[in-house]
């Protein structure tokens, strides 16, 4: 951070001191300090409008809760008290709790990881698009028409006409089709109740649930969950809806579901937030963005790198992204601050990004290490830490391409004694010294040194396994090691033919 900061652009600047934008978006490539400068901001923000914005009007929306603890220091560094943070699993299991279970987005990238299902793929990309969000909206305002059918209210023989029903649902048409319901229902309550009363009769409890009872049966869907699987009984739609079990669904209906949810019945919003800081903004879909702008009616800082998206079905790009909020403010950040000049241009040899400005800080080349089997790779990363604890170096990240890899990986080092820290998907703090983790987990974190295991043809094949092998090779500053005891993966083929990195064997 301290390097950016000392090194903070005009254009950066301009980001920070922004006082007018609703919605910033900022592209910056990997190490261009996309989240200190959105923090500067923070700090800055909290800074010019004291008077009436406090921390605990900011919130911070982080990928996991390792990265929000990673973050954690920051502001208060900056003279700033610690802001909240939130994820969108824990909007998730607020909202899903008693409807449903369902899947992460942490399970979906392990299954992705695991092999592609052509089939889920395809229902992920359809629920990922702009024109998904307009046509779940339009068949959603579209239910209170079609799919209510007034009718009589009876009661300890006193009635209500299903005309007198069908003003009362009519009379505000702007409200969530279940909050009109409800409202037909406490109207009708409160008439039948006075008119038994006047004539002498007595009204209880049972008498009130059976007349809401009623006003429910005239909607065609019980809940939100019943209009949500509702949308997909269109045969142009039933391919697309595959719920994983009796009560579960796939991540990728988890926030069409909340959006359904929240435009069709009242919910709680974060009204008392005054600023949004959304992180890692390529890895949420159109629906995503479509609920925090109404749980969120606020100002919004979204930032991130369309390079580290991590399902390849579902990532959004800047274009989409602004589609979604047309009135933002734009910047991409180019220059990358974080790695050597040689790891830079090793990682773009991965994935390249012809914007990307490399700051001028040159290193040891990377170096790919061939063992002639596991055993021996294991060997040789232990002599790689014992390498980093002899250094000046201070933190060191071994990154698996998987949390089930990094789980062994991490006992197999921990057997001979070596402290090392697992950051699996459970984690909730980032520790410093030497850490063992995934790709996914490890995006937006950086190390001295970082060690890059498992390296072969068969661990890195796939497109998705080239956009994990980026975000870890660019996790690294200083330093930076692969190892792997098959064949190379074609993926890194490059470097057998330049001199991109240096080859050993083990």
């Known amino acids: 951070m301290k390097n950016i900061v000392a090194t903070i652009q005009r254009e950066q600047n301009a980001v920070i001191r922004n006082e007018t934008a609703q919605v910033l978006i900022l592209q910056g490539v990997a190490g261009s300090g996309k989240t200190s400068i959105a923090l500067h901001r923070v700090a800055f923000l909290l800074y010019r409008f004291k008077e009436s914005i406090s921390s605990d009007n900011v919130m911070i ?43 992460t987005f942490s399970d979906q990238v392990t299954a992705l990881l695991g092999g592609v299902d052509d089939a889920a793929a395809e229902r992920m990309r359809y629920k990922a698009t702009p024109g998904f969000v307009a046509c779940l909206d339009e068949w959603i305002t579209s239910r209170a028409e079609e799919d209510f059918t007034p009718a009589e209210i009876n009661r300890k023989y006193r009635r209500l006409p299903a005309d007198w029903v069908a003003g009362i649902f009519d009379e505000l048409p702007t409200l969530p089709v279940f909050a009109r319901l409800d409202r037909v229902a406490n109207v009708a309550v409160h008439q039948l109740r006075q008119q038994v009363r006047e004539g002498g009769g007595t009204w209880t409890a049972a008498d009130a649930a059976s007349v809401r009872k009623q006003v429910r049966a005239m909607f065609a869907h019980k809940d939100a ?35 359904t949810m929240i435009r069709t019945d009242h919910q709680d ?64 950040l180019c220059k990358s601050y974080r790695s050597t000049s040689e790891i830079t241009e090793f990682a ?24 002639p089997d596991l055993q021996d790779e294991c060997t040789r990363i232990r002599s790689l ?32 004694g070596i402290a090392v820290t697992l950051l699996d998907y459970d984690s909730t703090a980032f520790t410093d010294g030497i850490v063992v983790t995934s790709a996914h ?5 950086e190390f001295d040194t970082v060690i890059v295991a ?31 005891s098959g064949a190379l993966s074609p993926i890194l083929a490059f470097a057998q033919n330049t001199n991109s990195a240096i080859a050993s064997v083990c």
């Not at 610690?82 to 299991?93: H, L, M, P, R, S």
């Not at 919004?300 to 800047?318: C, E, R, Y």
């Not at 250094?391 to 071994?398: A, D, H, K, Y």
């Not at 987990?441 to 974190?445: D, I, P, S, T």
């Open 269 to 332: 919003h974060y009204g008392h937030i005054r600023h949004l800081i959304v992180d890692e903004m390529q890895d949420y879909t159109p629906i995503q963005y479509a609920v925090l702008r109404i749980l969120f009616s606020c100002k919004m800082t979204i930032l991130g790198d369309a390079n580290q998206s991590v399902n390849p079905f579902s990532s959004s790009s800047l274009p989409v992204i602004r589609s979604i909020f047309p009135g933002a403010d734009c910047l991409e």
């Open 61 to 103: 929306l982080s990928p996991n809760k390792v990265f929000g603890d990673y973050i954690s220091d920051v502001l208060p560094e900056l003279g700033e008290e610690q802001v909240a943070e939130i994820d969108f699993g824990t909007i998730a299991a607020r909202f899903l709790a008693k409807v449903t279970d369902f899947e």
């Open 385 to 416: 830490i014992e390498q980093h604890r002899r250094s000046e170096r201070r933190s060191l990240g071994i990154v698996c391409k998987t949390v089930a890899q990094a789980e062994v990986l991490h006992r197999a080092v921990s057997q001979t």
């Open 454 to 484: 498992h390296v072969d043809e068969v661990n890195y094949a796939t497109e998705m396994d080239r956009r994990m092998l980026y975000i870890a090779c660019t996790r690294a500053m200083h330093e930076l090691y692969l190892t792997h």
């Open 441 to 445: 987990l490890a995006k937006g974190l």
């Open 348 to 371: 773009q040899n991965i994935s390249r990004n012809d914007k990307l400005e490399p700051v001028a800080r040159s290193g040891a080349a990377p170096q790919i290490i061939a063992c």
């Open 225 to 259: 969950f019943a209009m949500y699987t509702a949308f997909y009984r269109d045969p142009a739609r039933r391919k697309m809806f595959a719920p994983l079990g009796r009560r579960k669904i796939e991540y990728a209906d988890v926030f069409p579901l909340i959006y």
